[in-house]
């Protein structure tokens, strides 16, 4: 079955750096587009980047531009978050998510797969 596992978040100070990593498993890595989520104590999942599979090109929640570089490794199936300059309200469980098709999607419901999550929490 299709497995995604994310890895790397923890607790931070502001200004510091994570890399967030999500390992799949059980599906082929290049024909789905994937994404990463967050979601915040009390808040509703939100998109925070996206890779497509037909350009490579990326899409980013506005308030990480600048700040968060998703990226893929193919031959390892891993997709990668790479948040630098991290403030309090980057604290939430980071999801990794999987869609079928090569087009971004930045909608909870266009996503078929999700991981477990990883806490990363940015103290002041």
């Known amino acids: 079955q299709v497995q995604l596992v994310e890895s790397g978040g923890r607790l931070v100070q502001a200004g510091g750096s994570l890399r967030l990593s999500c390992a799949a498993s059980g599906l082929t890595f290049s024909s789905y587009t994937m994404g990463w989520f967050r979601q915040a104590p009390g808040k509703e999942r939100e998109f925070v980047a996206g890779?497509?599979?037909?350009?490579?090109?990326?899409y980013y929640l506005d308030s990480v531009k600048g700040r968060f570089t998703i990226s893929e490794d193919n031959s390892k199936n891993t997709l990668y978050l790479q948040m630098n300059s991290l403030k309090p309200e980057d604290t939430a469980v980071y999801y990794c998510?999987?869609?079928?098709?090569?087009?971004?999607?930045?909608?909870?419901?266009?996503?078929?797969?999700w991981g477990q999550g990883t806490q990363v929490t940015v103290s002041s």
């Open positions: 890779i497509s599979r037909r350009s490579g090109s990326t």
């Open positions: 998510a999987a869609r079928f098709g090569d087009m971004i999607a930045t909608t909870r419901a266009d996503y078929v797969h």
